[in-house]
């Protein structure tokens, strides 16, 4: 048997304590037989008791996404990644709507060619409102000539995924 090594949880200093203790008790409950490790099998067990209709199928398939080592096994790095992953999308999401009403100075759920040219003129970007309005028809997929937060969220993450395809 090797020798085991300290938790990369324990190593994290980005991980408050009581952050800490929380995920090994969330990994306790997975780790059903106290191995130090998530089975397929246990895996399994915990996705069927929390209601969640997989297939022996879909449940390998998680694993093989979660264990990056490939060892057959979950252990704690790699379930403390999956729930940093999972954190850091609710961060992000956040950060979009944030964003969003910021645009959205009436707070009606939508962005017009007004507001965006207020709020780009505070920021020191010279536009006319004409332009905003071709800005916004850009992206207003449902032809309300205004921006709803699912174009928003469609046109940032376009953006986002753009970035690196340009010669």
Do not use: W
């Not at 324990?10 to 800490?20: F, R």
């Amino acid at each position: 048997m090797s020798t085991p090594t300290p938790s990369p949880i324990e190593e994290t200093s980005s991980v408050s304590m009581e952050n800490k203790h929380q995920l090994q008790k969330v990994f306790d409950q997975f780790d059903a037989n106290k191995d130090g490790k998530i089975s397929v099998t246990e895996l399994g067990d915990v996705l069927k008791a929390t209601g969640s209709p997989c297939t022996e199928e879909e449940i390998k398939g998680v694993m093989e996404d979660i264990d990056a080592d490939k060892d057959g096994f979950i252990n704690i790095s790699e379930f403390s990644s999956l729930c940093h992953a999972s954190s850091d999308a609710v961060t992000a999401a956040a950060e979009l709507r944030d964003a969003f009403d910021l645009y959205d100075q009436d707070k009606n759920g939508l962005i017009s060619a007004n507001e965006l040219h207020l709020v780009l003129n505070r920021l020191g970007m010279t536009c006319t409102v004409d332009e905003c309005v071709k800005m916004i028809k850009s992206v207003d997929s449902d032809g309300d000539g205004n921006v709803n937060f699912a174009e928003f969220e469609k046109m940032m993450s376009a953006g986002s995924n753009d970035k690196g395809s340009k010669p």
